[in-house]
């Protein structure tokens, strides 16, 4: 019988011990976010507004959520790749997207072969900054100012260039300004590149839509005459260039943002926690030193109702946009 009792005890106390090393094994507890390294995703090549944008964030996420962030640069078909990439990843925070307006609400109203909602497939974290456009010519084209521009257009219908590339900001710009004026310019359009500012300089291209962040020395430098800056807000950096309303032209708002976003499904508590930290990151002075450094500017009060809002809103804008235009749905 005390054999018999040894026996059952020492069965009871091997157990208990399987029990404790089951509930202790690390590989199988719950791990606290971010346990690891987190990927950063941008789909753009380096060197760009939002390469640049793209490690301040890194470095400023890792810096709030004590783990490394490291920068995947995913480039090609207008950061659509990465936005899809990243769609499709596992929702559990630790690949992240820093999205963009052109891959995730403008997408869909040009291309046939985006494979991702541009609502449903991301959980949409924060909005943080959005660029500035001017609207340069130039420095021989002969207006001077936005009434000058439209009068000139009136004139000359089809005669005046600007380029850009398909679906960008440079060439929404035109075809807003078209849309707003009931003018037309041709549009030509370029894979990328500096070669349209290059062009507008050289005077093949009469007139540009392009970002403060790619132009800013060369309306310093005379190369290009700016007229406006086609935002709600004039520039720091150009503090006697007016709006386009209020150059005396109607209201026309072309920026470009930037945010943080991660696949659909992302448990609420790391939503919270990435969220928590761009907040602070956000009034971060390094932070606001970059975005000042290639003409951005800081988007205050997003939230994950607010930009996933924004998205949709944005969605229906662009693709009546396209409708509007006539715009090709390329493949």
């Known amino acids: 019988m005390f054999r018999l009792f040894r026996k059952a005890a020492s069965i009871v106390v091997g157990v208990a011990v399987l029990c404790a090393g089951h509930i202790a094994d690390p590989a199988e507890a719950a791990d606290v976010y971010p346990a690891t390294t987190i990927k950063l995703v941008v789909g753009f090549p380096p060197g760009g507004p939002t390469d640049i944008i793209g490690r301040v964030i890194g470095r400023l996420l890792s810096k709030e959520l004590n783990q490394t ?3 995947e640069n995913n480039g090609g078909a207008g950061g659509m790749i990465a936005a899809s990439n990243v769609s499709r990843a596992k929702p559990d925070g630790y690949t992240l997207l820093v999205a963009v307006e052109s891959s995730n609400t403008r997408a869909k109203a ?5 494979r ?4 449903k497939g991301f959980t949409y974290i924060r909005k ?3 660029l500035r456009n001017l609207l ?4 021989n084209f002969p207006v001077s100012s936005v009434p000058e521009l439209v009068a000139y257009l009136k004139a000359h219908p089809g005669e005046v260039n600007f380029g850009g590339t398909f679906g960008a900001t440079s060439h929404i710009g035109g075809t807003l300004f078209d849309m707003a004026y009931d003018t037309k310019m041709s549009f030509i359009n370029y894979s990328g590149g500096n070669q349209p500012i290059v062009d507008c300089m050289s005077g093949i291209l009469q007139l540009g839509f392009f970002t403060e962040a790619t132009i800013g020395q060369q309306v310093k430098a005379g190369t290009l005459k700016a007229l406006a800056v086609t935002s709600a807000e004039r520039s720091p950096a150009f503090p006697d260039l007016p709006t ?13 943002w930037f945010g943080v976003a991660g696949p659909p499904g992302l448990p609420a508590d790391v939503v919270a926690k990435v969220g928590a ?6 009034s971060d002075p390094e932070f606001l030193k970059q975005l000042e450094t290639i003409g951005a500017t800081l988007i205050t009060g997003s939230t994950v109702e607010s930009f996933t809002s924004d998205v949709g809103k944005e969605e229906a804008y ?4 396209a409708k509007d235009i006539g715009a090709p749905l390329l493949k």
């Open 128 to 130: 943080l900054a959005k």
């Open 318 to 321: 662009w693709n009546k946009w």
């Open 69 to 71: 962030v490291i920068i």
């Open 116 to 119: 991702y909602d541009q609502q």
């Open 136 to 139: 340069v010519v130039n420095p």
């Open 277 to 282: 930290a761009l907040d602070k990151a956000s």
């Open 244 to 256: 386009i309303e209020q150059a005396g032209g109607k209201p026309i708002d072309i920026s470009p």
């Open 110 to 114: 040009l291309y046939a072969s985006v």
